[in-house]
């Protein structure tokens, strides 16, 4: 009996691994396709992305890179380019997609100030009132940046300016703590249309 069990052990043991191996072999399979996708994304290669994203039932478009978390909308957006914003969102890319410090492609957009990734994004379904670890959201951002442009696509598109950031100011504490500036009246602005469109001047928690 004893025999017969150890011969048993035996058997299953190349058994088991074999099934190890099957069940990893799709796993690196993707892995390896999610790392092409975005090393073509990187290398502007639109003909491999265009073939792999061909694929019926594939999720490259929103595959992540495992060291940041990024995916493509974070590279393209990082390198300033609308066109492959476009290109991506058309094609199923989630503009809300996090990378691992909870950064979006919009948080991006709006530290670099890339006025037109953001407003592509807004269109594709970012969320304007986004945050990054700190709490800030892209409006605060273009405040402190004095990025007039921004500041005004995001007002625009429903930014709320009193969210507060973890330190509990928001958009227009700070741009009041600038000393009246150029923002604080883009803002107050906002508040006036709104207004005449029958909405609160003011908007207490997310729009989005």
Do not use: C
């Not at 073509?40 to 940041?68: F, H, Q, W, Y």
């Not at 492609?105 to 890339?114: H, Q």
């Amino acid at each position: 009996m004893r025999r017969l069990r150890r011969t048993g052990i035996a058997g299953a043991v190349p058994a088991l691994g074999l099934a190890l191996m099957l069940v990893s072999q799709p796993v690196q399979a993707q892995m390896s396709d999610g790392y092409e996708f975005l090393k073509a994304v990187k290398d502007r290669d639109g003909t491999v992305v265009v073939n792999a994203l061909a694929e019926p039932g594939n999720t490259l478009v929103n595959t992540r890179d495992i060291s940041n978390g990024q995916g493509a909308l974070h590279i393209v957006t990082a390198r300033r380019d609308t066109q492959w914003i476009k290109f991506l969102t058309a094609r199923g890319a989630n503009p809300n997609l996090a990378d691992k410090d909870g950064v979006t492609p919009l948080v991006i957009a709006s530290n670099i100030g890339f006025v037109d990734g953001a407003e592509a994004l807004l269109d594709a379904g970012a969320r304007v009132d986004v945050t990054n670890s700190a709490g800030e959201t892209p409006l605060i951002a273009a405040v402190h940046r004095r990025d007039m442009a921004m500041l005004r696509l995001l007002l625009d598109k429903g930014a709320n300016p009193d969210r507060a950031d973890n330190s509990g100011r928001t958009a227009r504490d700070y741009a009041q703590l600038s000393g009246g500036s150029l923002a604080l009246v883009e803002i107050e602005k906002a508040d006036a249309a709104r207004a005449s469109a029958g909405q609160s001047a003011r908007i207490y928690g997310p729009t989005r």
